[in-house]
């Protein structure tokens, strides 16, 4: 009976024969060269099977003998006299269990276990390469990555330390997503994680993974939620410009491929779900073209749906079509042109698929909230394009306004759906001919447009009122016109309102509801109409009267001519400014913001009238201050708008007084830089609003101070301390964010300011702390410049300053750092103009401490230059200190410091007496010299703590010198976990009526001198080890390069890696 070694013989003399013919049919080398292979193979494991002594009914040796005399080829009789053969099926079937037999088939799970536990190895290059092998055989079969034990493992990796193991774990999930995609879902959420990863790497190949997806599978689930991620990250100013290109192309493919679709060659597969009959035309077959437009369009909308908001689609759009201001002589800049040409062509066809969407939405709507939502989502992706190609959607304008009704049959969603429709009629209405703009203002478009004003809250009205103001200012529209008459009859009326119920009361939150409503509604509208009417003979003089503006009672004589309807406005909210309801005075000020804005030179006014120190004042509630910076930051970007549209040179070219010689020159509009100005004169003002109480004032206070320092309205150099001292905001992580966002965009531009000013900035940290946190219980301000943070078992302790390091160009460039570290030290050095500390510095010192026992250092270098030069400043001005101690309590002059003495005793045991040593006398000298020594006291808890923190030996603290090299071996360390978090306290040694504490005076004398005596033996250590003797070389012979390193190394600390 043969056994199963005997058949797998079998199986293998099948195989060669069926090789055997094929290398004879061939002409091919590959298929001889497969043939030897087998028997090569065949004779191995003959020869180890004889060995073994394992053997079936076959005598081996003859087998083995056979086998070998098969490989030259057979002779056409030999050929002839062999005809037996397989079909396919059975030669696939012998290949497959001749693979199953054998070794590495058996093989195979303890393998995939290596391979597994590689994943988690100690080296992250094994780690790399491991995910790499398994890709290959994941090619092979994909279905191992359903093993729960590979999952665990790959999501693992996810998240591992080093950045290639985590492009590599993608990589691999990328690969085995793409070959199944109908598993995509499940790995759609940690692939999405990944678009974040602080690796460029990992991202580029997280954006290729979701393109190619997307590109394979055009009605994918997760494309909504993938998409608007790689908006957001295109969007972001920080990300690297090849993910950036990646994304944008990306984009380009999937939406503004035009002429793609024109080819029918898109790279796109048609979802399976798309029915190719046009929904507008029953029974015609779409072309392929307006399929792919169409479900771009759906793709849009879906994107703003989950975004809420098409700021980032409005972004890119504007950017495909027009540039993402990149420089000229960029290598891809040829291609970025195509880019636009293509997109600008594809947007037509687009904006027709975004309309036909929305007549379908209407046919098979059910009137539900969910309905709401898809109605604002789609309405919202054509105003992205009316702010990008308004022209475009002129000819649908019809279709979109009787949504201006108001009744939409979405109630939670009206003022949204009118607001948006307004903007987009607002937006395209430069766009109307004379006779398309006569048979619009002829029907309900004005009636609707001012209903909006009257009905719904002060977005809807703001809109309302601009899409009307924009069809009376048409440049064909007549004096007179029915738009501007209803506009006018909508002023006077809301006007008459105001000015019957100003003098009420004085306070209008003890009135009714509904009558707030209503002065709300009147100075909002108010406010808009003077913002977006231009009076085209309005012109203010240079010398604008602060006092000639004036309460109009007749109304009769208001009129838009001269802006005499604006000045009597202006007039009208600032008598409302001056009610005490803090909601009536910020709808008022914004009001009046709707006048600065339209009317510069009102803004000189309005400063010499006090208006604009008032609102920003101390005195102003938090909520007038709110609304004021609000309105400063619309002022300066309507202004920035103004100027890069060219509407402040029309203007000027209108006036009549403008020689030709300044017509000539270009765009003389005095008007750009006066709000500018007027702020820029409350600096100080705006400086003191980031030390607020409130929150919401400090986040809206560095907003407008991003806007003031992009326009370069406020001098970086005194800015940058206040927005270092903002790192200190802990409790208020987005104010902290938006800060350090304009520190890094600062220090890109100035590399040595963030150097140069961080000890102000440090100081402004600690003084904004004090001011701006609570107390505790005893009464002392709650500052730390610490941060806590939990990963995984362990606490990790960051400094306020942390982010702005890691994110600027300091910590890559040891000169800066140094720089930085020096600055801050700086601190604890004796002021040369007076001969003691100020006890009042001296929490400021603690809170500097702190700052550099935790910053993230990248090279042992950096904590040896800080205990270099703590070291410089203990060993001369503590043991000044230690002198001036025993002169005062009469001790031995010579050698002061020898050993303990009866104080440091006394106050160890908790008995010490001041007036057993006769210091009662002496309190103040004394308590002085305290006060002094606490400078001291921080500089050598911090030299033991980064020693223990960093494991810096006494022999590699004396060698160091601060111009030496940095070494490759101490280069990435990071900070012992079993440290604790370094801590500085300062008990005051004088009280408020300065007269001293003895016990806390005692303690710090007492810790003073051990301290300072360990100190010193640590200085003067000397290794009294022999060194050892280098080898000597012979004649000619040069010094291996590692040697000297070499010797350092042995006495070097051992780091970890980062």
Known sequence: VLSTKDHNHVLRQFLLSYLSRTAESSSLPHADKAREFLIATWVKYLTLENNSGKQGTFDLNLVRSHVVAQWSPLSVEQNNRSKSSLTNDGNQRIMSAVVASSELSASFPRLLGVLLKLMGDKIASLRKLSL????????????????????????????????????????????????????????????????????????????????????????????????????????????????????????????????????????????????????????????????????????????????????????LVKGLLFGFNEGDKNKKNAERMRRQVDSRNQCNSLVLALVELLLSFEESRAHTEEDGKELVALLSTLSVFSQAYPELLVPHVDTLVPYLKGDNGAKKYETLIVSTVSSIVSLSSGHFSSAELARLTRGELPTDL??????????????????????????????????????????????????????????????????????????????????????????????????????????????????????ACFALFREYLENDDEQTKCLALRAMNGVFISRPRV??????????????????????????????????????????????????????????????????????CISGSVLTKHADRLYELTLSKDE???????????????????????????????????????????????????????????????????????????????????GVPRVTALLSRNEGPKVVTDTIFDQVIKESAIRNKRAQRQGLLKGIISLFEKDPDSEHTDADQLPLLAFASEILAHLPYTALNDPLFIVYHLSCITALDGQSIINQFSELLGGDLCDPNSEEDDIERAAKTGTFDPNQFGLESKSAEFGQLCVNACRILPLLQLKIFLCEAYSLSEARITE????????????????????????????????????????????????????????????????????????????????????FDDALAQDSPKVSPD
């Open 132 to 315: 790499k092998a398994f890709l290959q055989v994941v090619n092979v079969d994909p279905t191992l990555m359903a093993q729960p034990s590979v999952r665990k493992e790959v999501s693992r990796c996810f998240h591992d330390g080093a950045i290639s193991v985590r492009e590599a774990a993608v990589s691999l999930v990328g690969d085995y997503v793409l070959q199944s995609p109908n598993l995509a879902a499940a790995f759609h959420a940690p692939l999405l994680e990944r678009m974040t990863d602080n690796g460029i790497s990992v991202r580029k190949r997280a954006v290729k993974i979701f393109r190619d997806i997307l590109l394979s599978n055009p009605s994918y689930g997760g494309r909504a939620t993938a998409m608007h991620c790689m908006l957001q990250r295109a969007d972001d100013r920080k990300e690297d410009d090849g993910v950036r290109d990646l994304i944008h192309e990306a984009f380009h493919i999937l939406w503004f491929n035009g002429k793609a679709f024109e080819m029918g060659k898109s790279s796109l597969s048609l979802a399976t779900d798309i029915k190719p009959e046009d929904p507008n035309n029953p029974g015609k077959t779409m072309t392929r073209a307006q399929l792919y437009c169409r479900e771009a369009a759906k793709a849009m909308v879906e994107v703003v749906k989950v975004s809420g908001s098409a700021e980032f689609l409005t972004s």
């Open 450 to 567: 001012v209903n909006i004003a009257y009905k719904f809250p002060p977005s809807a009205v703001s809109s309302a009122v601009e899409a009307l103001s924009n069809l009376a200012n048409h440049p064909d529209a007549s004096t007179g016109s029915i738009q501007e008459k209803k506009l006018f009859n909508m002023a006077v009326k809301f006007y008459t309102y105001l000015l019957k119920n100003k003098n009420k009361t004085k306070n209008f939150s003890t009135m009714k509801k509904a009558f707030r409503h209503n002065v709300q509604r009147a100075l909002s509208a108010l406010g808009s109409i003077c913002r977006y009417y231009e009076c085209h003979d309005g012109f203010d003089s240079h010398n604008l009267d602060p006092n000639g503006f004036h309460v109009i009672t007749d109304v009769n004589q208001l009129q838009f001519s001269g802006n005499v309807l604006s000045s």
């Open 696 to 778: 919401k004032v400090r986040q809206m206070i560095i907003d407008l101070i991003g806007h003031l320092l992009r326009q370069g309205l406020i001098n970086p150099m005194a800015t940058v301390p206040h927005l270092l001292a903002v790192q200190g905001d802990v409790k208020s992580p987005a104010t902290r964010s938006s800060a350090l966002k304009l520190l890094i965009t600062e220090g890109e531009k100035r590399p040595d300011m963030l150097r140069q000013r961080i000890c102000a900035g440090l100081k402004q940290a600690y003084y904004f702390q004090k001011e701006v946190y609570p107390h505790d219980s005893s």
């Open 603 to 672: 803004v000189l006014a309005a400063a010499q009238l006090g208006i604009i120190s008032s609102v920003i004042s101390e005195a102003a509630p938090p909520s007038v201050q709110i609304e004021s910076l609000r309105c400063w930051r619309d002022i300066l970007l309507a202004e920035e708008m103004r100027i890069e549209s060219g509407a402040a040179k029309q203007k000027m070219q209108m006036q009549k007084d403008i020689s030709l010689s300044k017509r000539i020159s270009g765009d003389q509009d005095g008007d750009s």
């Open 960 to 1043: 160091f010198v601060p111009s030496e090299k940095e070494r490759i071996h101490e280069k990435g360390v990071s900070i012992s976990d079993s440290i604790p978090a370094f801590s500085c306290i300062m008990d005051p040694i004088f009280d408020s009526q300065q007269n001293i504490n003895w016990n806390n005076a005692g303690k710090v004398y007492a810790m003073m001198r051990p301290m300072m005596r360990d100190s010193e033996e640590e200085d003067l250590h000397v290794d009294t080890e022999p060194l050892k003797k280098t080898p000597k070389r012979k004649s000619g012979q040069k010094r291996k390069l590692g040697d």
